[in-house]
């Protein structure tokens, strides 16, 4: 069955720090995979995503993250943190060639900034 | 491009009440999706519409759940019997293709809290 793993409930770093955010999936074969944010009365809101091709993705809000096939995982990384980023991101897989669409998400990571 | 948009953006009912939850998706837009995500948890696929009808609704908890989408647009998520247990926040989404999470673009959602 199709799973998605974000260990850590809550991250707490500093304004300049950098920051991972730790996503590992469960699937039979490479599956689409994305991280959304959602910031308080917000919806979720894309960061980034990966299909094909360059493993290192570029996001949205100076965003990255990298799929590691042999680690079924999918680090949301930021070199620096700024306070506005403060919300909770959430890692989802979606299957490849499904007639579905759906997507299967984490738990979600709540973030906090110190300024 | 207006997005998605849902509302009520909250709903307080009590116990064994009922409670209707709407999804106006972006226009053009075939394929709609309910999600729901319950304190703590992942988010969690509910069903999926193509057009008005439901092509996936494998996710619904059960029977007291029925979701309509009237002529292929906006669509409602109707709760009778509500019960404490489907306090939490529904999402809804939309997308112009099928392709797992491709072009997604999801709303602000719905925080319904059943006393």
């Known amino acids: 069955a199709q799973s998605v793993t974000q260990p850590d409930i809550h991250i707490t770093v500093s304004e300049g720090a950098s920051l991972e955010l730790r996503c590992n999936y469960s699937y039979g074969a490479t599956p689409y995979l994305f991280w959304y944010v959602q910031s308080p009365g917000q919806g979720l809101q894309l960061l980034l995503k990966y299909f094909s091709g360059d493993t290192l993705v570029q996001g949205i809000k100076g965003f990255e993250a990298e799929f590691k096939r042999s680690q079924s995982s999918f680090n949301l990384r930021k070199p620096s943190v700024h306070w506005s980023d403060a919300a909770e991101y959430f890692c989802?897989?979606?299957?490849?060639?499904?007639?579905?669409?759906?997507?299967?998400f984490g738990r979600g990571t709540q973030l906090t900034v110190w300024p | 491009e207006a997005g998605v948009t849902q509302f009520p953006s909250h709903s307080v009912i009590e116990k064994g009440q009922t409670v209707t939850l709407r999804c106006d998706p972006i226009s053009g837009h075939d394929n709609l999706y309910w999600y729901r995500r319950v304190m703590g948890k992942e988010i969690k696929f509910l069903l999926h519409f193509v057009k008005e009808s439901k092509q996936d609704e494998s996710g619904m908890p059960n029977n007291r759940f029925l979701a309509e989408r009237t002529g292929g647009t906006y669509s409602t998520l109707k709760v009778q019997p509500a019960e404490l247990e489907d306090s939490g926040v529904y999402f809804c989404?939309?997308?112009?293709?099928?392709?797992?999470?491709?072009?997604?673009?999801f709303g602000s959602g719905t925080r319904l809290t059943v006393v």
């Open positions: 989802a897989v979606g299957p490849r060639g499904s007639t579905l669409g759906r997507l299967y």
């Open positions: 989404a939309s997308s112009h293709r099928l392709e797992a999470g491709y072009g997604y673009t």
